[in-house]
């Protein structure tokens, strides 16, 4: 357009020419600006169609992105009752439930940030009234995620007037579901959180907010108790108990009768300073550093458990729908009963916040549905640069169901995955050409057509198999004793040597013949559970390996039960033993390959190593949903659900119970002659175990505890492996044997396989299993960082 200009254009003077040529360019980039500017258009209809659908009264909509705001409207009335006004973009709202996450969540981790409070404490320690009625071992981070226990509500009834008694109220409720089960959303949660804030700073929540939160944020139109002259901007809500239309006066009742200030609600603010918040959660400030925003905004529910919750913020829960259809699970946000929501996506760096007073006047509107459209249409429109695009396809890959909203669960996948010696098949033996090898397997080790390893090996071309190793159970897995001998292989008539047996030199490769090697190769099924001794006697190749000075090539196999879930006590230093090899957790989500190289470069061992990576595999696919065959990896794990439950039924079977070796099902199963079947049942049901249920009934072992003898226990039924914390489980049935039995049960063995002093310590003394669980979660944390380095599935 320049162009034409200049070359139709008469000679003029110097200065005329660069006034037409700058407003051109200006006219020029204004129109290149519009074009790439997200056309969001459409979310004037929907709004104007939610109004005149009598959803609500009015709203204020805001749209920021990459840093800016790129659309703000307000539409219709924000109040009808008792006369009309139109709505303005800076009305100011009752903010109803977002009070939990802008002002009380982020006190909270301001207190945290500063070391002030840590979330796995209890909440006692720092409100010692709030024990009563079996609350002790709810933690800070149970009330901010809501998996607490707590019901919904204080009572309204009888009628209570004041904040004092409110927070006594609150401090006395007797939970209706154990800490940590259920996923309950809950006010009471949030009353309790205020009232620490306050016991920790001294401060009133409205005023420690104004001072560390909305001042240093700008936000100067957000408060608690607005003042008068703030009124005529104020949205009025509903008619109250007395016929009075609500205008700054919080909305809430319980929120109103503890005087216009709690942790769940009572405050107001403005769609410009939530803006602002807004930005600060995605560019981080003063008020909260970024790990600690994405530490609030990152899943921190109990892990096995389906309502995502951050600290505070909501991520994937029945409460979601103003998340959309397109904004991807990782995006966090909250919603209001008044009618107001924020959702917020760091990845495309955008947020949007729309405030309506949906409940004026009388109760009735509704803005669920138009939160989700507003969303969609946002995320929709929102241009993506090819990075952002890219983030989004593989926050969108996790596994997660969304069409069934806020139920975290894994979609069934029928994959193909190929195991490490079926690669190694396809690359020709590449990496063994010329090389005189051993191999460490048994029965699992078999290719996609059934053909055993040692056979593959045996008749490789240019590969020399010389030696075979076996692990416990021996080569054909079937051998369930303390000493097994060498032997000669059937079919190839190679020579077996068993690295199990009653002594530590039996458990070890023997030296000798490794240096007679070029390379040792070893393909097991592992169970992913750190006592299952194949890890250990992976950890002591590598060692011999590095000793001989030859390769270790490990031929990868899937985690039967998934790479995504760390779960339990990290085993304690010094206490390493068969059972344990290192600082590894009870389940610790890694393959065999993955573990490999943790243990060679956490122990320092520096062995040649190869990991032969599968093919097809995802962390979150359990073994049925490979195609790969499941295979006992020993004479009693004979089944997925028997491995899903070993995690935790395997820590007690040291003790004295039966955990049905010698039935058809082992590991589904507790008992013992002197336990009473309906009361143990009784007391594991009421405890509600998330993904397991309790059956009393009577077996009788053919070996093992108990053989022949009676046994009164439960059969364990897995209802959902996703939701099951396998090893918090066996702290329960531990725990339980304690509490029920402490003359007849002797816990003492359980170390062995346990391998934490500080858990066995705090099972003994009583302790909740919920608390035990949440006093392992640090070290279980920084094993989880240091394990991501280790990783070669994502």
């Given at each position: 357009?320049?162009n034409?200009?200049?070359?139709?254009s008469?000679?003029?003077?110097?200065t005329?020419?660069?006034i037409?040529?700058?407003?051109?360019l200006?006219?020029?980039l204004?129109?290149?600006?519009?074009?790439?500017?997200?056309?969001?258009?459409?979310?004037?209809?929907?709004i104007?169609?939610?109004?005149?659908n009598?959803e609500m009264p009015?709203?204020?909509?805001?749209?920021?992105h990459?840093?800016?705001?790129i659309y703000?409207?307000?539409?219709?009335?924000?109040?009808?009752?008792?006369?009309?006004?139109?709505?303005?973009?800076?009305?100011?709202?009752?903010?109803?439930?977002?009070t939990?996450?802008i002002?009380?969540?982020?006190?909270?981790?301001q207190?945290?940030?500063?070391g002030?409070?840590?979330?796995?404490?209890?909440?006692?320690?720092?409100?010692?009234?709030?024990?009563q009625n079996g609350?002790g071992?709810?933690?800070v981070?149970d009330l901010l995620?809501?998996?607490?226990?707590?019901?919904?509500?204080?009572d309204?009834?009888p009628?209570?007037?004041?904040?004092?008694t409110?927070?006594s109220?609150?401090?006395?409720?007797?939970?209706?579901?154990?800490p940590?089960?259920?996923?309950?959303?809950?006010?009471?949660n949030?009353?309790?959180?205020a009232?620490?804030v306050?016991?920790i700073?001294?401060?009133?929540l409205?005023?420690?907010?104004?001072q560390?939160i909305?001042?240093?944020?700008?936000?100067?139109?957000?408060?608690?108790l607005?003042?008068?002259?703030w009124l005529?901007?104020?949205a009025?809500?509903?008619?109250?108990?007395?016929?009075?239309?609500?205008?700054?006066?919080?909305h809430?009742?319980?929120?109103?009768?503890m005087?216009?200030?709690?942790?769940?609600?009572g405050?107001?603010?403005?769609?410009d300073?939530?803006?602002?918040?807004?930005?600060?959660?995605l560019?981080g400030?003063?008020?909260?550093?970024?790990?600690a925003?994405r530490?609030?905004?990152s899943?921190?529910?109990?892990?096995n458990l389906?309502?995502?919750?951050?600290?505070?913020?909501?991520i994937d829960?029945?409460?979601?729908?103003?998340?959309?259809?397109f904004?991807?699970?990782?995006s966090?946000?909250?919603?209001?009963?008044?009618?107001?929501?924020?959702?917020?996506?760091?990845?495309?760096?955008?947020?949007?916040i729309l405030?309506t007073?949906?409940v004026?006047?009388?109760g009735q509107?509704?803005?669920?549905?138009?939160?989700s459209?507003?969303?969609?249409?946002?995320?929709?429109?929102?241009?993506?640069?090819?990075?952002?695009?890219?983030a989004?396809r593989?926050?969108?890959?996790t596994g997660?169901?969304?069409a069934?909203?806020?139920q975290?669960?894994?979609?069934?996948?029928?994959?193909?995955?190929w195991?490490g010696?079926?690669v190694l098949?396809?690359?020709?033996?590449?990496?063994?050409?010329?090389?005189?090898?051993?191999?460490?397997?048994?029965?699992t080790?078999?290719d996609?057509t059934?053909?055993r390893t040692?056979?593959?090996?045996?008749?490789?071309?240019?590969?020399?198999?010389?030696?075979?190793?076996?692990?416990?159970h021996g080569v054909?897995?079937?051998?369930?004793?303390t000493h097994?001998?060498n032997?000669r292989?059937?079919?190839?008539?190679?020579p077996?040597?068993s690295?199990?047996g009653g002594?530590?030199s039996a458990r070890r490769?023997?030296l000798?013949?490794l240096?007679?090697?070029?390379?040792?190769v070893?393909?097991?099924?592992?169970a992913?559970v750190?006592?299952?001794?194949?890890e250990?006697?992976?950890?002591?190749?590598?060692?011999?390996?590095?000793?001989a000075?030859?390769?270790?090539i490990?031929?990868?196999?899937?985690n039967?039960?998934?790479?995504?879930?760390?779960?339990?006590p990290v085993?304690?230093?010094g206490?390493?033993?068969?059972?344990n090899?290192?600082?590894?957790p009870?389940?610790?989500?890694?393959?065999l390959?993955?573990l490999?190289?943790?243990f060679?470069?956490?122990?320092?061992?520096?062995?040649k190593?190869?990991?032969?990576?599968?093919?097809g595999?995802?962390?979150?696919?359990?073994?049925?949903s490979?195609?790969?065959?499941w295979?006992?990896?020993s004479?009693?794990?004979?089944s997925?659900?028997a491995?899903s439950?070993?995690?935790?039924?395997g820590l007690?079977?040291g003790?004295?119970?039966s955990?049905?070796?010698?039935?058809?099902?082992?590991?589904e199963?507790?008992?013992?002659p002197?336990?009473?079947?309906?009361?143990?049942?009784?007391?594991?049901?009421?405890r509600?175990?998330p993904?397991v249920r309790?059956?009393?009934?009577?077996f009788?072992?053919t070996?093992?505890?108990?053989?022949?003898?009676?046994?009164h226990?439960?059969?364990?039924?897995?209802?959902?492996?996703?939701f099951?914390?396998?090893?918090?489980?066996g702290?329960?049935?531990a725990?339980?044997?304690?509490k029920?039995?402490?003359?007849?049960?002797?816990?003492?063995k359980?170390?062995?396989?346990?391998a934490s002093k500080?858990v066995?310590?705090?099972?003994?003394?009583g302790?909740d299993p919920h608390?035990?669980?949440?006093?392992?979660?640090d070290?279980?944390?920084?094993?989880?960082?240091?394990?991501?380095?280790?990783l070669?599935?994502?």
């Open positions: 357009m320049l034409r200009f200049l070359k139709g008469r000679a003029g003077s110097t005329c020419s660069f037409y040529i700058l407003f051109f200006g006219c020029e204004a129109s290149a600006q519009q074009a790439s500017a997200p056309n969001l258009n459409v979310l004037d209809s929907v104007q169609t939610s109004i005149q009598h009015g709203a204020v909509l805001l749209v920021g990459e840093g800016q705001v703000r409207k307000a539409f219709g009335n924000r109040s009808l009752e008792p006369k009309v006004e139109p709505m303005t973009v800076d009305t100011i709202f009752d903010m109803a439930s977002l939990k996450v002002a009380t969540t982020t006190a909270v981790m207190l945290e940030e500063q002030r409070i840590r979330m796995n404490d209890p909440v006692v320690k720092y409100i010692p009234e709030f024990g609350k071992d709810i933690a981070r995620t809501h998996y607490s226990g707590l019901a919904p509500d204080i309204l009834t009628a209570f007037a004041s904040r004092d409110a927070l109220m609150a401090f006395a409720e007797m939970p209706i579901a154990p940590e089960t259920q996923f309950i959303y809950s006010d009471t949030f009353i309790v959180l009232a620490l306050e016991r700073t001294g401060m009133p409205d005023a420690y907010c104004l560390n909305f001042t240093p944020l700008g936000m100067s139109h957000t408060r608690f607005p003042p008068s002259d005529s901007h104020i009025p809500t509903q008619y109250d108990d007395r016929n009075q239309m609500l205008r700054g006066v919080v809430d009742p319980r929120a109103r009768r005087g216009g200030v709690a942790g769940h609600a405050l107001f603010s403005t769609a300073d939530l803006a602002k918040f807004a930005q600060a959660l560019d400030s003063s008020v909260l550093s970024l790990p925003i530490k609030m905004t899943p921190e529910q109990p892990s389906p309502a995502i919750r951050g600290f505070g913020w909501d829960s029945p409460f979601s729908s103003n998340r959309g259809e904004l991807p699970i990782g966090f946000g909250h919603t209001g009963f008044t009618g107001t929501s924020i959702w917020i996506d760091p990845t495309s760096r955008t947020y949007v405030l007073n949906a004026h006047p009388r509107g509704t803005v669920i549905s138009v939160r459209k507003v969303a969609t249409a946002v995320a929709a429109a929102i241009p993506l640069t090819p990075d952002e695009q890219e989004l593989w926050k969108t890959i997660y169901n969304e069934m909203t806020a975290r669960r894994m979609d069934d996948r029928n994959g193909s995955v195991t010696i079926d098949e396809s690359q020709d033996f590449t990496l063994l050409k010329g090389k005189k090898i051993g191999v460490l397997t048994n029965q080790g078999v996609s059934g053909h040692i056979d593959v090996l045996a008749h490789a071309p240019g590969v020399q198999l010389t030696a075979i190793f076996s692990p416990e054909t897995g079937e051998l369930d004793i097994v001998g032997s292989d059937a079919a190839t008539g190679i077996v040597y690295v199990y002594s530590d490769p023997p000798d013949i240096k007679q090697l070029d390379a040792v070893f393909d097991l099924q592992d992913g750190r006592f299952y001794t194949y250990t006697t992976l950890g002591y190749f590598l060692e011999g390996a590095a000793k000075g030859i390769p270790l490990v031929l990868d196999r899937p039967p039960i998934s790479g995504t879930l760390v779960q339990g085993s304690e230093l206490r390493e033993n068969f059972n090899y290192g600082l590894v009870v389940r610790n989500g890694m393959t390959g993955e490999a190289q943790m060679n470069a956490e122990h320092n061992i520096h062995a190593l190869t990991v032969v990576a599968m093919q595999w995802m962390r979150g696919d359990w073994l049925d490979t195609g790969v065959e295979i006992n990896p004479p009693n794990l004979r997925l659900t491995a439950l070993y995690p935790g039924v007690v079977e003790t004295n119970v955990v049905g070796r010698g039935t058809d099902t082992p590991f199963l507790l008992g013992a002197w336990i009473n079947a309906r009361e143990l049942a009784a007391y594991l049901n009421m509600q175990i993904g309790f059956v009393p009934t009577t009788t072992p070996s093992s505890n108990y053989s022949g003898q009676p046994c226990g439960v059969n364990i039924v897995l209802t959902d492996r996703e099951l914390d396998a090893p918090e489980l702290i329960e049935l725990s339980v044997l304690i029920l039995y402490p003359e007849q049960y002797h816990v003492e359980i170390m062995e396989i346990l500080a066995y310590d705090a099972i003994v003394s302790q608390r035990i669980d949440l006093d392992w979660q070290d279980l944390l920084k094993f989880t960082k240091m394990r991501e380095r280790y070669i599935y994502k």
